[in-house]
Nanobody, 117 residues
């Protein structure tokens, strides 16, 4: 059974940090590019960061470049999103997605990140 489980979300003050994790099971994790997305009510899901299968290439949305870092551990079938210098506008539900041939094959259930003082 395929599963993607995000964790690490929560409430943090502006300027703080969080590390999100997405643990995969039930499919060959190392064969998939992995993306992080976020979504706020009434808005479309936004691509935040992506990483290739081997972890040798990453891309970021302009809004998070220099503050967020995506990484993966294929031995643990886990992808991470390190988020630093968080801003209130980073508040959203964050989702991981497993990408095969340019489309998301599997989604996680999401984890809430709230940046507020």
């Amino acid at each position: 059974q395929v599963s993607l489980v995000e964790s690490g979300g929560g409430l943090v003050q502006p300027g703080g940090s969080l590390r999100l994790s997405c643990a995969a099971s039930g499919f060959s994790f190392r064969d998939y590019n992995m993306n992080w997305y976020r979504q706020t009510p009434g808005k479309e899901r936004e691509l935040v960061a992506r990483i290739t299968r081997a972890g040798d290439s990453t891309n970021y949305a302009d809004s998070v470049k220099g503050r967020f870092t995506i990484s993966r551990d294929n031995a643990k079938s886990t992808v991470y999103l390190q988020m630093n210098s968080l801003k209130p506008e980073d508040t959203a539900v964050y989702y991981c997605g497993a990408v095969y041939q340019w489309s998301v094959s599997y989604w996680g259930q999401g984890t809430q990140v709230t940046v507020s003082s």
